[in-house]
């Protein structure tokens, strides 16, 4: 009988999601800042991850060029592949440099912020004058210490890679809605 094992997974996802709410609403808040200079300047948001954290990359990049809970006009997002380079590992920074611009923006998904890819796809990021948000997990790895004073770093202070992720799902979401709210005015019925 593992039902009491699962509505603990329940309990333990909303206890964390609770507590986090106040220590991460600042961070999410700059991030939205963050991509609402984006889009209304007319630049991209480029998303890379690996791992399991490359299907949250893909998620919101659909979410933010499609509708996310109400119609409106495409956003200019792209997810970052993940599929290997000549070197056998994926090259995210390649494709920073290849697709970034000025006035871009660079989201980074990781549960630990500790990937050499990641940090290499800032520093590309940066060298192309573009933004990064760090959304990662732990104490944000060697990530946090990558980035810039205009950057956004939103981390999930916590071990465990499944409830960050859990958290970090929850992040994209209040971005996308922070990103609509602000574009399309506020939305009632949020239930």
């Given at each position: ?6 509505q ?10 609770y ?16 991509l ?8 991209t948001l ?10 949250l ?19 200019r ?10 070197s ?6 390649r494709?920073v ?6 006035g ?10 500790q ?5 290499e ?9 573009m ?17 810039n ?10 071990e ?11 992040v ?17 019925n949020?239930?």
């Amino acid at each position: 009988m593992l039902e009491p094992r699962i509505q603990q997974q329940f309990i333990d996802s909303a206890d964390l999601n609770y507590k986090l709410a106040p220590t991460l609403s600042g961070a999410v808040d700059a991030a939205v800042q963050a991509l609402l200079a984006c889009v209304t300047g007319g630049h991209t948001l480029l998303v890379g991850a690996t791992g399991r954290s490359a299907m949250l990359a893909q998620y919101f990049a659909d979410a933010f060029v499609g509708p996310f809970e109400r119609e409106r006009p495409e956003l200019r997002a792209l997810a970052l592949t993940t599929r290997s380079g000549p070197s056998g590992t994926p090259d995210l920074a390649r494709q920073v440099r290849a697709l970034g611009a000025p006035g871009d923006v660079l989201l980074l998904i990781s549960t630990t912020g500790q990937g050499p890819l990641l940090q290499e796809a800032a520093s590309a990021a940066h060298a192309r004058e573009m933004t990064v948000i760090a959304l990662t997990g732990a104490d944000g790895g060697e990530l946090r210490r990558r980035l810039n004073e205009t950057d956004v770093l939103v981390c999930v202070p916590h071990e465990r890679a499944a409830r960050i992720r859990e958290v970090h799902l929850l992040v994209l979401n209040c971005l996308c809605d922070g990103v609509d709210s602000h574009l399309l005015g506020e939305q009632e019925n949020l239930t």
